[in-house]
């Protein structure tokens, strides 16, 4: 929904709300890629760590990087596993790692919901001499935007968005096929082996989480001012109150590329 960044107020809401990954997604990456408590994962794009956090008990350790201080300020302050590490860092500064860990050091570079604001291509080859063999790149998404889901309700929200906004609302992260397809194809021409695996589930959904998401999205010039926070989250409620208990249908996909 927005192009700029996730500083100030919006990164607070980005920890708050933004949904963690189940146990299954972190087996299925544990799997991909073979991790043992002697290996370290990159999280590039951690924002505030929820991908970063769920692979720490599966691993030696694991480097949680993103360019926006805000965001790693809130990920250390959630954070209490003792083999995380935050760094400052963009998916352009990757290559520069080398230099830090050596070649062949990481078992995997996660890229969780952020891709789409990375050169991917650039991405992949960059990676590969970071990477110990069986090691490789991830691309994980963590289900698609509230306000572009085939429910009533996802319609619902969409609609007052696209008014609050001025413009329609349609931008997928990178969670449509079209997208998963682009990358699955720029990995295997980067020489990984590609597989992808999906994890389904179904959740509750409150209208202050609705709120909650959908701030976490905005840009800290769209997100309304506190004061008016109340209000655009009861105009959140009004819109989706006539289509019942809300629920999520969450499809965590796993895009693997093995070196």
Do not use: K
């Amino acid at each position: 929904m927005t192009t700029s960044g996730f500083g100030g107020e919006v990164s607070e809401f980005y920890q708050r709300f933004r949904r963690g990954y189940p146990p299954e997604a972190t087996d299925g990456l544990t799997a991909a890629f073979s991790l043992t408590r002697e290996d370290v994962v990159l999280d590039l794009g951690c924002g505030t760590g929820q991908l970063t956090r769920a692979l720490a008990p599966r691993v030696g350790a694991v480097l949680g990087m993103d360019p926006e201080p805000a965001m790693l300020t809130q990920a250390r302050l959630a954070t209490t596993e003792p083999n995380v590490s935050w760094l400052l860092g963009a998916d352009s500064d990757v290559g520069a790692l080398t230099a830090v860990l050596g070649a062949g050091r990481l078992a995997a570079v996660t890229v969780a919901q952020a891709l789409h604001w990375m050169d991917h291509e650039r991405l992949f080859a960059a990676v590969r001499p970071l990477l110990r063999p069986g090691g490789g790149v991830a691309v994980v998404t963590n289900g698609e935007p509230l306000w572009l889901q085939d429910t009533a309700w996802s319609g619902a929200l969409r609609e007052l968005l696209s008014a609050y906004l001025g413009t329609p609302v349609h931008r997928t992260c990178g969670t449509d096929d079209a997208s998963q397809e682009r990358y699955a194809q720029a990995l295997a021409a980067a020489g990984y082996t590609v597989s992808s695996a999906d994890v389904e589930y179904s959740a509750p959904l409150s209208v202050d989480e609705l709120a909650g998401d959908v701030f976490s999205a905005m840009s800290p010039e769209q997100l309304p001012g506190p004061d008016a926070r109340p209000a655009f989250t009861e105009r959140i409620r009004a819109a989706v109150a006539s289509h019942g208990p809300l629920r999520e249908r969450v499809r965590v996909r796993l895009l693997t590329g093995t070196r």
